[in-house]
């Protein structure tokens, strides 16, 4: 059974950076960081797939940075988030799938419960 655990939210002004982190314990394939703001659909931000290779949303390439630790039997997936915009205020979810190297958000199968990133202008 899989645990994802996210911490690292909150709120900053535009320019800012945060950080945030999963702890995710159980095997897993892909893992990765998904967003939803407001009225709008759940994206993919960014995911580490096979060979520990990351990809990323257009919108957010050369501002955010996947990464993952490992400590014991516990991954630590991070998302570094920097020069941020107004627009990247959403609920931000990490997430993990436990067949298969996909990265999308039908496809993942344990979903933390979410952390708010809320960016000022």
């Known amino acids: 059974q899989v645990h994802l655990v996210e911490s690292g939210g909150g709120s900053v002004q535009a320019g800012g950076s945060l950080r945030l982190s999963c702890a995710i314990s159980?095997?897993?394939?892909?893992m990765g960081w998904f967003r939803q703001a407001l009225g709008k659909e759940r994206e993919k931000i960014a995911c580490i797939g096979y060979g520990g290779f990351p990809s990323y949303a257009d919108s957010v390439k050369g501002r955010f940075t996947i990464t993952i630790s490992h400590d014991n039997a516990k991954k630590i997936l991070y998302l570094q988030m920097d020069s941020l915009k107004p627009d990247d205020t959403a609920m931000y979810y990490c997430?993990?799938?436990?067949?298969?190297?996909?990265?999308?958000?039908?496809?993942?199968?344990?979903w933390g419960k979410g952390t708010l990133v809320n960016i000022s202008s």
């Open positions: 997430a993990a799938r436990t067949t298969g190297w996909g990265c999308t958000p039908t496809g993942m199968d344990n």
């Open positions: 159980g095997y897993t394939y892909s």
